[in-house]
């Protein structure tokens, strides 16, 4: 069987690598616009995402993720001020969720977004009360209103791809689709030969499953988990985190199993 996953793993690395457009994070600021989130103790993101260029504003949506009105944790942003909120995404991984979603050589070009609280109560939009949208085709993302205008109530900045950090990293790792619907790879480094576990939390610290435990040689290792725990049962939705342990180096990891 641990054969058999290598194996898959190594069919889906070069569209794996390929869904890596960058790190965006996305800062809101629930003071401004239209907002009902200010004091909120839970924020989502509802968004959409198209990957051909063009006009800002409902074709934006071609790709839409996150349930409303479900505290499922899709889009569910943290808490980095008051009424600041954050989340990290790599835009065409998270809109790969959608059903119609990217494919995986495509970039994510607009996004068209609004807010919520975890009951889909209350909302923040832009200014004009309606959507607010985000241009990825520029130099550093431009976020606006839905008349045009720019919206200062919400900020992003890029970094590289998480996935295309490990390589230089002497024991880095990263899954992609996160949140996880059906499956997920594992991408991880090894700067040296090593005994290398990885295990599976659940948030209250309990090991779900350990994927594996052995020697492995020096490199980057690709691993095809299914959201399964140690007896073969799918794991339900929620929160879990994850430790990759090489000899005495750890690293750790956080996912989402979204069914």
Request: with cysteine; glycine share 10%; net charge negative.
């Amino acid at each position: 069987m641990r054969k058999q996953v290598l194996l898959t793993a190594g069919l889906l690395a070069s569209a794996f690598f390929a869904q890596a457009q960058y790190d965006l994070t996305i800062t809101y600021d629930a003071t401004q616009g239209v907002s009902a989130l200010g004091g909120a103790t839970k924020v989502y993101m509802h968004s959409g995402g198209n990957d051909v260029a063009g006009p800002l504003d409902g074709s934006c949506w071609n790709y839409v993720v996150g349930n409303w009105g479900q505290d499922d944790g899709i889009g569910e942003m943290t808490s980095v001020g008051t009424d600041l909120w954050q989340i990290t995404i790599d835009p065409v991984a998270y809109y790969s969720q959608a059903a119609n979603g990217p494919v995986p050589s495509a970039s994510v070009a607009r996004v068209g977004m609004v807010f919520r609280d975890e009951v889909g109560v209350n909302s923040g939009k832009d200014a004009n009360n309606s959507d607010i949208f985000m241009d990825l085709t520029t130099v550093t993302p431009e976020v606006y209103n839905s008349d045009g205008t720019p919206f200062s109530g919400v900020t992003a900045t890029t970094s590289p791809a998480s996935v295309n950090n490990i390589v230089g990293k002497q024991l880095g790792i990263y899954n992609a689709p996160n949140p996880v619907t059906t499956s997920t790879v594992f991408a991880y480094n090894l700067n040296g030969a090593a005994n290398v576990s990885l295990t599976v939390y659940d948030v209250t610290g309990r090991e779900v499953i350990t994927l594996f435990d052995e020697l492995q040689s020096a490199g980057v290792h690709y691993y095809n988990w299914i959201g399964n725990d140690n007896n073969g049962n799918q794991l339900p939705s929620g929160i879990y985190t994850y430790a990759l342990v090489s000899n005495s180096a750890r690293t750790t990891g956080k996912l989402m199993i979204a069914r």
